[in-house]
């Protein structure tokens, strides 16, 4: 426990916490604004900005870009974190103090996932404040808010959401841990989420089982054009949502039991 | 050599490789519990594998661990938990701070007292600073915040690779002081370091690697003591001379040292001799017809780590003398 909570205290002073929070709040604001300036005028096009900016439709513009982009900014952070363990030597520093090296890294992927919460539920309650900004610039009517309906689905939506998005920085987290290097393991991370979504294109059969194909197909959000598609845009074949999410919780177990195993045996030098 | 159930750390037969590479060859270390223990050897001489073996980083091909009289295997990391240990350049995440980071460390690992924190950052002198980021800090500083997180759980055995690196002078009086201080505590200390001078006035046990393998160890005053001796450069042609002067002297002649290699029509002979009575090496020597073009004395710990390794010499630790033609007649050590 006293490892979780060091991993979780260190994750909250962390810059790359506050950058990757910021990052995605940044982006998904210059998105509604950018909507509510559209949406402002009759050109053609004002229409669709509209809707994005009308809840509760913009509820799902908001979680698909959180989970879409997300993932990426998670696949950075989680490489991030894993990388500089090796790369700053403080796990060296822990392996040398006795610390279990399994119950270390695991201990500090649990304070990713709990970041990951905070930092999507942040992005959450402040992509609502800025798409109710945006509508009442566009001069739309903010009702949609409170639909029901919508309110009913968005904590199973989040949890998807959440698992996936975790999945995802399980995979950059496990990536740096065999690259043994922070800088090494961002770039390996970004290199197969793109790659993933490059791949698609030419196989979609077998990419569909793929990490990030399951981690977008296991969150339906429903939205029109959302921000989900990854890099390479969205597999043009997916899995059932639920099947997706079963392989979302093996391709996350795999790759937390690739890192304990690998640390477990690794050579810590340098 | 102290008996077995007085050490505080042994290893039998240790041997690594990286990849055909043999970093260790059968290393043999005994270090009595209660004493400084100076651990030294060329570059690439094993000793930083040394290090990361006996924390736990590396794992051995072959030989055994023991660490506080019991055995240390792969699965046993419980072992560590009486051992402190700072290995190559002092971790710390640079965003935290110098108390957070030792917050950070006390997480891991052997619990750490209320209240040892405050009292490490007291003694490292960093207290002061213990708010600031470690991004901001000076190497020395880094360096005096990884000794206080060498001694957060209060070990029995520290092991420390290089702690005077980066230090000023004023810190490395006071490192000294506080190794000096545990190790009269009956704390072990276990100092792997290149700087020969600091170990002499440091340690009371030393051992020597190279190329894998032990080859010295014991008291540092017994082996300097054995080591006292007085080098000349003579010429060759008046070598034999020289010989038959420092024998009527009762000078043992010893190997070279590799130190300063024979240069053309003249050569170094070592004796071994009282490094006091250089003065009076000189005076046989004059007075046998054989004038020294250079002449050193000492029982400097370099002088022996030279024999030992074949190394060359390094600024640190030199022996003062006059084998320098520039130096000629000034006094020796």
């Known amino acids: 426990m006293r490892v979780f909570l060091s991993g979780l205290r260190k994750l909250i002073r962390r810059p790359a916490s506050f950058v990757s929070v910021g990052l995605l709040v940044g982006l998904l604001g210059l998105i509604l604004i950018a909507a509510a300036t559209v949406g402002q005028g009759t050109a053609r096009g004002s229409a669709n900005a509209r809707a994005l900016i009308t809840f509760p439709g913009a509820y799902d513009l908001i979680l698909s870009f959180m989970f879409g982009l997300g993932g990426l900014v998670a696949v950075i952070y989680g490489a991030a974190v894993a990388g500089s363990e090796w790369s700053w030597g403080t796990l060296k520093t822990a392996v040398a103090r006795g610390e279990s090296r399994a119950r270390y890294m695991l201990a500090t992927f649990v304070a990713i996932m709990v970041m990951v919460a905070v930092g999507l539920a942040l992005t959450f309650a402040l992509g609502i404040g800025l798409a109710v900004l945006a509508a009442n610039i566009a001069g739309i009517s903010t009702a949609g808010v409170s639909d029901a309906d919508t309110l009913q689905r968005l904590p199973a939506m989040a949890a998807r959401g959440w698992f996936a998005v975790v999945e995802q920085a399980g995979l950059g987290f496990a990536i740096a841990t065999l690259a043994r290097s922070q800088l090494a393991g961002i770039g390996a991370g970004i290199a197969f989420y793109f790659g993933e979504g490059f791949a698609s294109i030419f196989f979609p059969d077998i990419i569909k089982y793929m990490p990030f194909a399951v981690a977008r197909a296991s969150i339906d959000t429903g939205a029109q054009g959302g921000f989900g598609g990854g890099g390479g845009g969205a597999a043009p074949v997916a899995l059932e949502p639920d099947t997706a999410l079963l392989l979302v919780a093996a391709w996350l177990i795999g790759a937390l039991l690739v890192t304990v195993l690998f640390t477990e045996r690794a050579e810590i030098t340098g | ?333």
Do not use: C
């Open chain 2, 1 to 333: 050599m102290t008996s077995p159930g007085a050490l505080a750390l042994a290893t039998r037969g240790l041997r690594k490789s990286y990849g055909s590479r043999l970093a260790l060859d059968g290393l043999d270390l005994s270090v009595p519990s209660g004493v400084v223990y100076g651990f030294l050897g060329p570059n690439g001489a094993g000793k930083t594998t040394t290090m990361r073996l006996l924390t736990g980083l590396l794992h051995p091909d072959a030989g055994s661990i023991e660490l506080l009289g019991r055995p240390f295997t792969r699965g046993d990391r419980r072992r560590l938990f009486e051992v402190g240990a700072l290995v190559e350049s002092p971790s710390f995440y640079p965003y935290l701070s110098g108390r957070a980071n030792l917050q950070a460390l006390a997480a891991d690992g052997a619990s750490v007292p209320k209240g040892r924190i405050e009292e490490l950052l007291e003694l490292v002198g960093l207290h002061e600073r213990a708010r600031d980021k470690v991004s901001g800090y000076s190497l020395g500083m880094k360096q005096r915040l990884g000794i206080a997180g060498a001694l957060l759980s209060d070990p029995k055995l520290l092991l420390l690779d290089e702690p005077a690196n980066g230090l000023d002078p004023a810190g490395i009086v006071a490192m000294r002081e506080t190794l000096r201080h545990l190790a009269a505590s009956g704390k072990t200390v276990f100092v792997s370091s290149h700087l020969l001078a600091e170990v002499q006035v440091l340690a009371d046990v030393i051992g020597i690697v190279a190329r894998g393998k032990l080859v010295r160890e014991g008291p540092l005053a017994t082996l300097l003591t054995d080591q006292g001796v007085v080098r000349v450069r003579v010429a060759r042609t008046e070598a034999e001379g020289a010989r038959a002067a420092l024998a009527r002297l009762g000078a043992v002649e010893a190997g070279a040292t590799g130190s300063q290699p024979d240069a053309g029509a003249e050569q170094w002979l070592t004796v071994h001799v009282e490094p006091t009575r250089a003065a009076e090496v000189n005076r046989a020597l004059a007075e046998a017809g054989v004038y020294a073009s250079g002449l050193e004395s000492g029982t400097e710990l370099e002088l022996l780590f030279l024999e030992l390794t074949g190394g060359e010499a390094s600024s640190e630790g030199r022996m003062q003398g006059i084998g320098d033609p520039a130096a000629q007649g000034e006094g020796t050590k």
